[in-house]
């Protein structure tokens, strides 16, 4: 059975049916990737951790799938793009669109957007494919090449984000951009916050340093019911001859100290994703993954399903 129709089932307390679909017609989120943009096997890394790449490792994206609509979303455009777009559609096999109702970008950084040029003429050569995108990401494709020719032949349809505005896309789904304090060379960085008809998800891939960021993280993570956060490195020690502050990022040490008040409820909610190939985190049975589940917190893996 291929990778994309495993399910697994979560400490959130959700069921499946190992078929790609839920027993029930709540919306929910799937894990559809984990690794940093450059993947895994990262280029030019001749570590162990690259020795013997996981073919399973996919560069962070998460599905969006409401049953009830027949809707399916994704949030970024992986390097990826192809398999997740897949993956995607194992939930709703009876459809025949094979591309989603809407895939939506948090910034310009290539593990986050690249994947749009499968939509091109060159491979899928799709038509109208809704692309929600902040101001400065929507202007970056639509006056930089290839992106720009996406645009002119309609391949995509690039629709507005506002901050902190609510994006209805089903009767029981809406999205809400957040900025974020990034590298934004190209363009701005956001998170989302999803809101499904019980639960809500913040998702914040990438970001510089939580102190940098005008909200306060702790107290978003209490209004929420789950957080999907950067823990981009576990310690600044895989970075090796790179200088970290050209690359910064909340270390997963440093967050779980950041996070060390809240009550094992909060801690729960918690679960690190966007994971540098040199993370410990990727191995299941290292210290560092023992130690982050033995603090309370959770660890991103392909195909989690979070109900909403």
């Known amino acids: 059975m291929k990778l994309y129709f495993l399910i697994f089932s979560t400490a959130f307390g959700l069921l499946c049916n190992g078929q790609g679909t839920l027993p029930n017609k709540n919306p929910f989120v799937v894990v559809l990737g984990t690794l940093q943009d450059g993947g895994s096997p990262h280029m030019g890394c001749e570590k162990d951790c690259c020795k ?26 992986s390097p990826d793009f192809e398999a997740q777009t897949r993956m995607l559609k194992a939930f709703l096999p009876s459809l025949t669109n094979k ?41 970056f494709l639509e006056n930089n090449g290839p992106w720009s020719q996406l645009i002119t032949l309609n391949n995509i349809q690039i629709n507005p984000l506002s901050e902190g505005k609510w994006e209805k896309i089903s009767p029981s789904l809406r999205v809400k951009p957040i900025l974020v304090p990034h590298r934004d060379e190209f363009s701005e960085t956001v998170g989302f916050i999803i809101e499904g008809p019980h ?21 978003l993570i209490k209004e929420i019911d789950y957080a999907l956060i950067d823990g981009t490195f576990f310690s600044a020690a895989e ?8 690359i910064p990022h909340p270390l997963v040490q440093e967050s779980m100290k950041l996070f060390d008040s809240l009550s094992a409820k909060e801690k729960e909610k918690i679960m690190f994703i966007h994971f540098n190939h040199t993370n410990p985190l990727l191995n299941e049975q290292s210290e560092e993954a023992r130690l982050v589940k033995s603090k309370g917190f959770r660890i991103a893996k392909i195909n989690f399903q979070i109900t909403l």
């Open 52 to 77: 013997n790449p996981d073919a399973s490792r996919k560069v962070v994206s998460l599905g969006l799938i409401d049953p009830v609509s027949n809707k399916k979303f994704l949030l970024e455009a």
């Open 99 to 139: 591309l989603p109702d809407g895939i939506f970008l948090t910034h310009a950084h290539i593990g986050h957007y690249a994947g749009l040029m499968f939509l091109g003429k060159e491979a899928m050569n799709s038509k109208a494919v809704p692309v929600y995108a902040m101001p400065k990401m929507k202007s």
């Open 199 to 219: 639960k809500k998800l913040l998702f914040i891939p990438d970001i510089d340093k939580w102190e940098k960021w005008r909200t306060d993280i702790v107290s």
């Open 239 to 246: 970075v090796g001859n790179r200088n970290i502050a050209e």
